[in-house]
T-cell receptor, first 116, second 114 residues
Framework: SQTIHQWPATLVQPVGSPLSLECTVE??????LYWYRQAAGRGLQLLFYSVGIGQISSEVPQNLSASRPQDRQFILSSKKLLLSDSGFYLC???????????????FGEGSWLTVV | AQTVTQSQPEMSVQEAETVTLSCTYDTSESDYYLFWYKQPPSRQMILVIR??????QNATENRFSVNFQKAAKSFSLKISDSQLGDAAMYFCAYRSPYGNKLVFGAGTILRVKS
């Protein structure tokens, strides 16, 4: 079965420091990968998605970037964190293609980022 | 652009009773997918149930079922025989088959009383 892992689970970083959150998926090939953010409040916002190695689409302009160096690895980065980057970050995956199962998105455990 | 609305910020239910969470959405597409996700205190998003818009039959997963009214653009979640472990934030979400984005509602906090 497929599993998704992301780390670290919790991170406290000073303003201006770099960030790297990693996510890996096991048990599937060529998945679609996503980074979501859930700020204080409730809603989830799509930050980035990727349909293949080196293919990144950004949904909103921001201080963050994403990379996909390997098929099942997705990395969220920042060179200099802002206070507003604090939040809960969720990596997710779906099966590539237009099938019914491909339209279901599965989430990782999430990473809490506090910028101080 | 599609939007999802959950009009109930909080709901409470007695253990073993039934509760219904409401969700409406707005779209001009005829084909799409609807989801309910559960987010317990651990914050992990867990898929509860999925509905394909082209299917007339309402989806069910054990104690969870939906009432999908396509014409009314309504997608409610019914939880039967509520358990303490059902306490969580529940999100309704929409996905177009032509895009990669899940559009979420604001969420409903469900409290289960013993």
């Amino acid at each position: 079965s497929q599993t998704i892992h992301q780390w670290p689970a919790t991170l406290v970083q000073p303003v201006g420091s770099p960030l790297s959150l990693e996510c890996t998926v096991e048990g599937t090939s060529n998945p679609n990968l996503y980074w979501y953010r859930q700020a204080a409040g409730r809603g989830l916002q799509l930050l980035f998605y990727s349909v293949g190695i080196g293919q990144i689409s950004s949904e909103v302009p921001q201080n963050l970037s994403a990379s996909r160096p390997q098929d099942r690895q997705f990395i969220l980065s920042s060179k200099k964190l802002l206070l507003s980057d604090s939040g809960f970050y969720l990596c997710a995956w779906s099966v590539a293609g237009g099938t019914d199962s491909g339209n279901t998105i599965y989430f990782g455990e999430g990473s809490w980022l506090t910028v101080v | 652009a599609q939007t999802v609305t959950q009009s109930q910020p909080e709901m409470s239910v007695q253990e073993a009773e039934t509760v219904t969470l409401s969700c409406t959405y707005d779209t001009s597409e005829s084909d799409y997918y609807l989801f309910w996700y559960k987010q317990p205190p651990s914050r992990q998003m867990i898929l509860v149930i999925r509905q394909e818009a082209y299917k007339q039959q309402n989806a069910t997963e054990n104690r969870f079922s939906v009432n999908f009214q396509k014409a009314a653009k309504s997608f409610s979640l019914k939880i039967s025989d509520s358990q303490l472990g059902d306490a969580a934030m529940y999100f309704c979400a929409y996905r177009s088959p032509y895009g990669n984005k899940l559009v979420f509602g604001a969420g409903t906090i469900l409290r289960v009383k013993s």
